[in-house]
């Protein structure tokens, strides 16, 4: 416990004592990132915060537009919302200023959930497209895009689309198997969603169908 105590401390020193560098601020966000992965939230605050004024201090435009968005979207997790969303939409005008950018789609996509999650659903919608639209500019048919999808989905089934989400699900499924195979247990998600549009529209053998489906690949991690 100490250990990591002082390894922050001597992080925050280190970037007192000089210009930041882009390896302190990878480092930083990684740390981060790892954190939040794990479910510590408390951490994964503590180093973005690190990294947003490592970033602030000597980072450039997409540099800081990163920090600032994923500290943002630890907060979202963390239920402070109104922050997060502040956080998110400082970052998303600084990616404006920058154009296309790889981390534009993510911050996008954090305030299609912030939007869905505070019960805007069109403007989620909104951002959710864009995020996807801009997957596709980078990198068509890239596996990210599967999970703005995944997230667009369940927003148009709590708007009541169930025909759009069941498209927009099976979109992403496709995506996900052209990258990880038909057996990969991180399609169970996707299929457990499908699989609910249709127990939605009653269709029962389709649903049992992609549930079975679901249980196999889960049974297959044992």
């Known amino acids: 416990m100490w250990s990591r105590i002082v390894g922050i401390l001597l992080v925050g020193l280190f970037c007192l004592g000089k210009p930041a560098t882009g390896e302190d601020l990878r480092s930083l966000l990684d740390r981060g990132r790892g954190a939040f992965k794990s479910g510590n939230y408390e951490e994964a605050e503590r180093f973005h915060r690190l990294a ?14 990163e920090a600032i968005g994923d500290l943002g979207g630890v907060l979202t997790a963390k239920g402070r919302y109104d922050e997060a969303e502040n956080m ?9 200023e920058v154009g296309i950018h790889r981390y534009l789609p993510v911050v996008l996509n954090n305030l299609g959930a ?16 864009e995020s ?19 997230n667009l989905g369940v927003l148009q089934f709590k708007s009541g689309n169930k025909d759009q989400a069941e498209k927009t699900f099976k ?7 052209n990258h990880l195979g038909s057996d990969h247990m ?5 299929l457990v ?6 127990v939605a529209k009653r269709k029962w053998a389709t649903a049992e169908s992609l549930f079975d489906r679901t249980l196999s690949l889960l049974q297959g991690l044992g």
């Open 171 to 177: 979109q992403a499924i496709a995506i996900m198997e």
């Open 114 to 129: 912030l939007s869905s999650l505070t019960g805007r659903f069109p403007q989620a919608e909104s951002y959710l497209k």
């Open 132 to 150: 996807f639209q801009v997957v596709q500019k980078l990198h068509p048919g890239d596996l990210y895009g599967a999970r703005v999808l995944n």
């Open 193 to 198: 969603n499908l699989g609910g549009v249709y």
């Open 186 to 190: 991180d399609l169970a998600p996707l």
């Open 88 to 96: 998110c939409l400082k970052a998303l005008g600084l990616l404006r």
């Open 52 to 65: 947003v004024e490592t970033a602030e201090a000597g980072g450039n435009t997409a540099q800081r537009a």
